[in-house]
């Protein structure tokens, strides 16, 4: 199915992903990338560029799941995707059901230490932490404009002390 993907002409400005094994395509939206961009900017003071990824296919447990999350910030050798220490999806109103279900239980079910939802339509941003037995066992949520302090997270995604 993957490969049957890659094929597809995708018009361009468009993103697609597998998700439970169906196909999703959406357009990617100024505002998308603004904040996507947004998020990559400030890991970058804290991760070589070449331990973020943006829009790359990552398999992920589950029945046919190929997802290509905004951002990935990984720990240890590039390429290794059992190194995921942080994702983070802007929601779409095409996908957002996929990010806040399937795609949040997958993450935590590969135990991404840090799992990071903004959703601009509703103005707020939730982020999940401890992942055990396929589930997220904390979750912060706040409005646009509200910090997010990833320092205290079980990742160790910090800033101050990039891995």
Known sequence: ?????????????YKSEIVG????????????????????????TAYPRKLLRSDVRMDCPGRLNGFAPDVVALSG??????????????TSRETAGNDHGPKKDAYALAEVPVYLIVDPYAGEWHLHTLPEGGKYHACVNFGFGEDVDL?????????????
């Open 21 to 44: 094994g169906h196909v999703f395509l959406w357009p990617q939206r100024d505002t998308h990338w603004d904040i996507t961009a947004n998020i990559l900017e400030q890991l970058r």
């Open 1 to 13: 199915m993957f490969d049957w993907l890659e094929k597809l002409p995708i018009p361009e400005g």
């Open 77 to 90: 050798e590039p390429g290794d995707e059992s190194n995921v220490q942080f994702v983070a999806e802007v």
């Open 151 to 163: 320092t205290g997270t079980v990742g160790g995604v910090n800033p101050a002390n990039p891995p």
